[in-house]
Nanobody, 124 residues
């Protein structure tokens, strides 16, 4: 079992930056592939970025490539999402998730644990 808590969301103007954090507790963090997802009302949860257990491999949705960076600190059991050049269409609730699949897959159903989400709002 692992518990996940996101933080760092908020309101920002278009072109601005935010850094989301996901703090994990419970079982060994390094055993999990990790991911960030987002969701807006009436839409399915969308993959944003994933990272493998070591942090050496990452993957991104096309919509955020070049603007967002995912990283993890296994010693401190924390994952991050640095979001730059934010756009109004990035507005969503952002969730972090942990998967027994250590690769950090883009498939939501592969994830076993989810945080409660943090709201990101980008104004135009």
């Amino acid at each position: 079992q692992v518990q996940l808590v996101e933080s760092g969301g908020g309101l920002v103007q278009a072109g601005g930056s935010l850094r989301l954090s996901c703090a994990a507790s419970g079982r060994t963090f390094v055993n999990y592939g990790m991911g960030w997802f987002r969701q807006t009302p009436g839409k399915e949860r969308e993959f944003v970025a994933g990272i493998n257990w070591s942090g050496e491999r990452t993957n991104y949705a096309d919509s955020v490539k070049g603007r967002f960076t995912i990283s993890r600190d296994n010693a401190n059991k924390t994952m991050y999402l640095q979001m730059n050049s934010l756009k109004p269409e990035d507005t969503a609730v952002y969730y972090c998730a942990a998967s027994w699949d250590v690769r950090g897959t883009a498939v939501p159903r592969a994830y076993n644990y989810w945080g409660q989400g943090t709201q990101v709002t980008v104004s135009s």
